[in-house]
């Protein structure tokens, strides 16, 4: 039961750099998320995805670009890092909205 | 926006000890989530609750969705080694079926 997989789970990237943070779930959960933690600040909503085809902003969206690729698949990209970027980011998947979300187990991003 | 205030921020107690948390906020949700994640984790979901009033159990861990739909409440009975970790309650707002809002962590230590 592999559940919510993010990839990388550490990543370190000078400023300006780009990259994309890769997750898949196997539930066939129609709902995605991509959230960053900070320290003392729980979590924030950067975007999510209602259903395949979809993406919404959340809370936190400046900075990020979102893909629903499939059903199972859903990237976030950074296009340009800045430090302020800098986080534990965590994709989770949900059967439908109202419903409890899955998450991956986080990965961790240093932007230098 | 919304806020959730969560307390305690964090808690040092006893093994064998009962434990108590709460959040509250000025507006009202439908939902309310209780997470635990562990260190380099995601947050696992506890227990979820969908009804003013309800009044929930899952092993040694009960929680109440508060009867003013503005709070709710975690308790952990004769608590042990592994309930070591931060606590996370999330509500979802009438106005949202995507966006929950994420208290800032209660973390819990367990005195040697």
């Known amino acids: 039961n592999a559940g919510v997989t993010q990839t990388p789970k550490f990543q370190v990237l000078k400023t300006g750099q780009s990259m994309t943070l890769q997750c898949a779930q196997d539930?066939?959960?129609?709902?995605m998320y991509w959230y960053r933690q900070d320290p003392g600040m729980g979590l924030r909503l950067i975007y999510y995805s209602a259903s395949e085809g979809t993406t919404d902003k959340g809370e936190v969206p400046n900075g990020y670009n979102v893909s629903r690729l499939n059903k199972r698949e859903f990237s976030l990209r950074l296009e340009s890092a800045a430090p302020s970027q800098t986080s534990v980011y965590f994709c989770?998947?949900?059967?439908?909205?109202?419903?409890?979300?899955?998450f991956g187990q986080g990965t961790r991003l240093t932007v230098v | 926006g919304q806020q959730l205030n969560q307390s305690p921020q964090s808690m040092f107690i006893q093994e064998g000890e009962d434990v108590s948390m709460n959040c509250t906020s000025s507006s009202i949700f439908n939902t309310w989530l209780w997470y635990k994640q562990d260190p380099g984790e995601g947050p696992v979901l506890l227990i979820a609750?969908?009804?003013a009033g309800e009044l929930t159990s899952n092993g040694r861990l009960t929680a109440q969705f508060g009867i003013t739909r503005k709070d709710s409440f975690l308790n952990i009975s004769a608590s042990i080694p592994s309930d070591v970790g931060i606590y996370f309650c999330?509500?979802?707002?009438?106005?949202?079926?995507?966006?929950?809002?994420w208290g800032a962590g209660t973390k819990l230590i367990i005195k040697p």
């Open positions: 609750l969908y009804k």
């Open positions: 539930m066939n959960h129609n709902s």
């Open positions: 989770a998947s949900s059967r439908t909205g109202n419903t409890e979300a899955f």
């Open positions: 999330a509500g979802l707002p009438p106005d949202s079926n995507y966006q929950l809002i």
